[in-house]
């Protein structure tokens, strides 16, 4: 170009869009700051914005908001060494049963399918269900909404003694598997079983009838001694 010639425009529109091009080029982002870090300093951008007004806000400026913060984290500080700290409520032993009553064949049934696919803990569940309602429907524990594992055991204990111990293990892996998240496997269940099958085939010990009947026939006894005094005395 000749020196006296026109200097070269380009219309604004066309010009903005040659640099909008030019600078979206990678050569010219490779130094800039990742999401993470933009996010970070739009934070902290934030979290300054918002000191500067609650000490414009405060009595005393940004050195009577300190005091503020100081205070409420004494207090904080105050009320956990007074309360202590927060504790977990233990987990206690729920009901045995759902709201749904099922006979103790239903439990064993589905105890059975559970096992039969390796579903170790629901076969442990579903047959101590079983044992607990057969002894209800052997009137050997009466039927009572609510009742625990534990409880179970304990009760049946007194009237099947020799299978006490047994029961009392039945009812800790129940309670193993049900609340204190540990897995059972084969031998939890076959021993389960057995002595549910035993316990079908066991007599109860009804101690207290024996001794009712015993207390009856001494009372009888007593009663026909008196009865023959008084017939001697008076003839």
Known sequence: ??????PLTTPRDPAREAARR????RMYHENDPSWFQRAL???WEWLDTLFNAASAATPGGALGLVVIVLVVLALLGALWWR????HRTPTTSAALFD???RSAAEHRATAEAHAAQGHWNQAVQERMR???RSLEERALLDVRPGRTADEAASEAGRTLPA????LRTASRDFDDVTYGGRSADDGTYRRLAALDDELERTKPVLTNSAHSTASTTDT?????TAGSARRGAAE
Not at 220 to 224: E, F, I, L, P
């Open 130 to 132: 079983a044992v607990v």
């Open 41 to 43: 300093d739009r934070f």
């Open 22 to 25: 030019e600078l979206s080029k």
């Open 220 to 224: 009888a006894g007593v009663s026909d």
């Open 1 to 6: 170009m000749s020196d006296d010639a026109p």
């Open 163 to 166: 299978h006490a111990e047994r």
């Open 99 to 101: 709201d749904r009553p």
């Open 83 to 86: 309360l202590g700290t927060p």
